[in-house]
């Protein structure tokens, strides 16, 4: 490596370097930094695509509640379609309306007896 003086002319050797002068030292380092560069540009181009695919999608802002029914050995999403059919059954069985979670379990039973009888028509 060369380094240069307003009076004269020195030549500065670094231990384990290849003995260049100061304008081949830079491109020296130029190339390596280039080619470092480079090869983080090209991997960051070949990962951008699996991280995008692999980000979970957001979710609504709701909570999922899933009921299990022990009878028939499955599970039901409580949504707002469940809420209408629930209402229904209350309808049908000309009961007064009483929220499932405070049922016994023996009315929730019954509840998916009827629901199972009487899908959605969609």
Known sequence: MEHLS?????IVKLAGSPNLEFSEWEEYI???????FSL??????????AVTMASPKPQEARVQLRVYDRDHR??????????????????????????YDRQNSRAQ????RWRHHHPDND
């Open 40 to 49: 983080l540009l090209l991997g960051a181009a070949l990962t951008a695509p």
């Open 6 to 10: 307003c009076t004269k002319k020195r």
């Open 109 to 112: 039973r019954n509840y998916w």
């Open 30 to 36: 130029l190339l390596h930094i280039n080619r470092y």
């Open 74 to 99: 499955d599970y039901h999403n409580w949504d707002d379609r469940e809420d209408r059919a629930y209402r229904h059954y209350y309808v049908v069985q000309h009961r007064p309306y009483r929220e």
